[in-house]
């Protein structure tokens, strides 16, 4: 009986059948095919080129194993990486999704029975975390990409940098605030008279030069001599005016809220500490990373026309020239070679234009020669997302 035509009924349903999947008893691992029923099954199994399989399976059977059992693995942690990321998920859901693949390698031709055996596996090997509940066994895969590490590393450390600037910050408080303490004389608590004039016609005289602690005992005799000696208060005066100006010339010991204060300015004016959680800036080329406008835009290089909020910018791409709106988690900086004119977009140099004269790859910055602004000329370092190539 010769073949059925290709647009013959009979061809188009087999072709319909082929397309599912079927049983799994009915599929031959080595020689990679699957049988429709039963019959068939057994007409392969009694085929000479399956016989040929065998015989060479006989030689090495675990050679053969150990060969699928990788495949297996490769293709079901590559699913896990891409479709679900480090989430925690079921391990069913994954392994489902794994054999709906018509071409997919089979578990009982690997070296694992079940899937709980190869969940387990994958724990001991630690290629991902898994961990058993009522519900069953859950995997979270462990991306252990060099980039992913190098950007997880870099996040670790400024991280680190800006909990030690706030440890820093707290135990410099902690000491101004001991120190404050240790001077204050908290024995007895002061007693403050009422300012009374025994002759309307004096006038009251203070001295702030010099600071004056107030006590119980000390406080009445204060107002009392303040009150009486307004008549020698200018001659008191002119006898004081000497050690007044010594003193002035004498450096003045600073507060705690002043030392605090200043600080803060050297931090502010000297640290990332100015940094913000927005960088978009007209006129400036930045590049599109996110994967749901396609193909066409993706990796593609655009300029920013305008800001919209902070966080979200109009670009024109420079090939096709449309217009999208797109959030400034969709886009990335763009470097450009040496000597070209880039902008800075967040740090001490914010808004700053400047000119790239290399890049150090080992520390993610580059080296910026400013071109504006009132330290123009000077060089500096700038991480690698802090500036972009100026349209």
């Given amino acids: 009986m010769g073949k059925a035509d290709f647009l013959s009924p009979k061809a188009i349903s087999n072709r319909i059948k082929s397309k599912g999947l079927q049983k799994l008893r009915w599929y031959c691992q080595m020689c990679q ?131 030690d600037d706030e440890e820093r910050s707290a135990k410099f408080i902690e000491e101004q605030v001991r120190r404050g303490r240790d001077g204050k004389e908290t024995d007895e608590d002061p007693v403050y008279t009422e300012l009374k004039r025994e002759n309307e016609e004096e006038k009251v005289a203070f001295n702030l030069s010099a600071p004056v602690a107030c006590s119980s005992k000390s406080g009445s005799a204060l107002s009392a001599s303040a009150l009486k000696a307004s008549s020698s208060s200018s001659s008191v005066k002119r006898k004081d005016a000497p050690s007044s100006s010594n003193s002035k010339t004498e450096k003045k010991k600073k507060s705690a809220l002043e030392e605090i204060i200043e600080m803060e300015e050297r931090k502010r004016q000297h640290s990332p500490a100015v940094r913000t959680d927005y960088w978009l800036q007209p006129n400036i080329v930045v590049k599109v990373v996110t994967k749901r406008l396609g193909e066409k835009y993706h990796k593609k290089k655009a300029v920013v026309t305008e800001v919209r909020d902070k966080y979200a910018a109009v670009v024109k791409m420079i090939d096709s020239g449309d217009k999208l709106k797109l959030d400034q988690n969709h886009l990335e900086t763009v470097i450009p070679a040496p000597g070209k004119q880039v902008l800075i977009l967040n740090g001490p140099y914010r808004d700053t234009e400047a000119v790239l004269e290399g890049i150090d790859e080992k520390k993610f910055s580059a080296k910026l020669t400013l071109d504006s602004g009132h330290q123009k000329g000077e060089r500096v370092d700038v991480a690698y997302e802090d500036f972009s190539k100026l349209a």
């Fill in 33 to 163: 095919k699957q049988c429709r029923d039963e019959n068939g099954f057994k007409c392969h199994c009694m085929s000479e080129s399956h016989q040929r399989q065998l015989l060479l399976a006989s030689e090495n059977p675990m050679k053969f194993m150990d060969y699928f059992s990788d495949e297996f693995k490769r293709d079901f942690l590559e699913l896990l990486r891409r479709r679900f990321g480090t989430k925690r998920v079921h391990n069913n859901i994954v392994y489902n999704e794994y054999i709906s693949h018509r071409e997919h390698v089979h578990m009982n031709s690997t070296q694992w029975e079940t899937l709980t055996d190869f969940t387990k596996w994958l724990g001991r090997e630690g290629l991902c975390k898994v961990d058993e509940t009522p519900k069953g066994w859950y995997i979270q895969y462990i991306d252990r990409d060099p980039e992913t590490i190098r950007r997880q590393e870099e996040e670790a450390r400024k991280k680190k940098q800006e909990l």
